[in-house]
Structure formats: structure tokens, C-alpha cells
């Protein structure tokens, strides 16, 4: 269950930078850099957003607001767009792998299927 998030794409002034616009806001007027996997430790969405876009191959994750700011290698970009625009559109969807956090749907993506890190106590 859950809802999907509509999300629309642009890139940035880098070819290394997308921009995802969402329909709705993940964190408020906060703005959360995410540096690298270490710093996503938390339960909140754009922790746990930030968390699979990492595994994904991200290498910065900025959220502000309604928008996404993803830094990858830009000779990867291309093929990493779309899926971190389903990793996004799908953060919501708790069950059954449509979720996108299940093994098997990750699996499917050709990711490799880790422990997520224990949240930071």
C-alpha cells in the first residue's frame, strides 16, 4: 500500500547532477545533505531515501523540500536516472516488490541486496 510520488527530472549545470522535482515535500524547509551512506543512519523518508539511492550508485544525495538533488559519475548518469526516479516515485509503497526495497525487486534492478545499517541509537 501507500502512494506513489510523481516525479519529473531535470539535470543540473554538471552532467554528474539530477534534479528531481516530487509532489509532495520529504522534509520542510530543512535541507539534509547526505554525503555519503554513513550519514544516512536515521528512519526518517529522506534518510531512507538517501539510503537506496547510495546503494544505487549515487555518490551526494541533497533533499530539500520537494526536490531531490542527486550526484552520480557522470558517465553513469544516463542509465542511473531512471532508477532513482523509481526509487523515488516508489519510497512510499510498503508492500509486495513494487515497494522497491524488497530483495527481489532489487535484485531485479541488477543491484547487489545488502543489511541495511542499524539506525543510529
Known sequence: MGQLITVSARRGASPSVVMF???RSLTGMAIERYRSVDDTKG???PDVLARRLFDMGATAV???????????PAARMADLERQFADAIEHLFIY???EAGWSPASREALGLEVKPPPEPAK
Open 21 to 23: 522535482d516530487l509532489d
Open 95 to 97: 508492500y509486495g516488490d
Open 43 to 45: 528512519p526518517r523518508p
Open 62 to 72: 541533497t533533499v530539500y523540500s520537494s526536490v531531490v538533488t542527486v550526484e552520480a
